[in-house]
């Protein structure tokens, strides 16, 4: 137990989110219904009430506002079946969590000035960039009469992954790595979510696509708390 960040919640995260993917598997609709869009639910709570006496306030609250436009992606996503208009309402509430996310990156990137960026962080974003153009121009004929919102969707994930490259890798490296990692899982779920979605559906897709997401959103909150918590621990020692 000691060596989990944070036990109660991640064992709590961990607990829902198998009921989920379970849900998902064994297509338990009420179940999953009800399920899924706690755990963003989950996540808000717990940052806000670990982030109360904050001092980026900016950085919480964007990130804060992020969870709950995630958890109504979720919601959204989950009746495309009944309309298909549902998933665009998904996207575009994905599409905001992720300015969100990518706005409180480049504050934490203002506020910290890390102007001497490893060339490892410029090549990982380059990278990026390069993954979501060739992921979109690949696939952009089977986006139909979604494409300019799917092209627009790229674009924001893309740089939301090169925000969370850019910031400070020096201060606090574990919070700095644990974002990374979430916002590259964040990728590989969405990227999956559209390959099964549009492209080819492939087997157990539902089971990938929530998997790696329940871990990026996991990620990035818990390492946001991380640098939260070193921030407020460097402001009493000054």
Request: hydrophobic content about 50%; overall charge positive.
């Amino acid at each position: 137990m000691k060596n989990i960040p944070y036990p109660r919640f991640t064992i709590a995260y961990l607990l829902l989110s198998l009921v989920v993917i379970g849900s998902d598997y064994f297509s338990l609709e009420w179940t999953y219904y009800l399920s899924k869009p706690l755990v963003l639910v989950l996540i808000y709570f717990f940052f806000r009430t670990l982030t109360m006496t904050a001092r980026n306030k900016r950085f919480k609250n964007l990130m804060l506002a992020g969870f709950l436009f995630s958890s109504a992606g979720d919601f959204f996503l989950m009746l495309k079946g009944i309309n298909q208009n549902y998933f665009l309402i998904g996207l575009i509430a994905f599409l905001a969590a992720h300015i969100l996310y990518s706005s409180g990156f480049i504050i934490d990137i203002l506020d910290k000035r890390p102007w001497t960026q490893h060339w490892g962080q410029l090549a990982f974003s380059t990278l990026i960039v390069v993954y979501g153009a060739e992921f979109f121009i690949l696939n952009r004929t089977s986006f139909a009469d979604l494409y300019f919102p799917i092209m627009i969707y790229c674009f924001a994930i893309a740089f939301m992954g090169v925000s969370a490259v850019m910031r400070d890798k020096y201060k606090n490296q574990q919070g700095y790595f644990k974002v990374l990692a979430g916002a590259v899982f964040f990728i590989i779920s969405d990227s999956l979510l559209a390959t099964n979605t549009f492209i080819s559906p492939f087997p157990f897709s539902g089971t990938l696509i929530l998997s790696t997401y329940f871990i990026a959103q996991y990620l990035i909150a818990t390492g946001c708390l991380l640098d939260l918590e070193s921030e407020k621990k460097l402001s009493s020692v000054k």
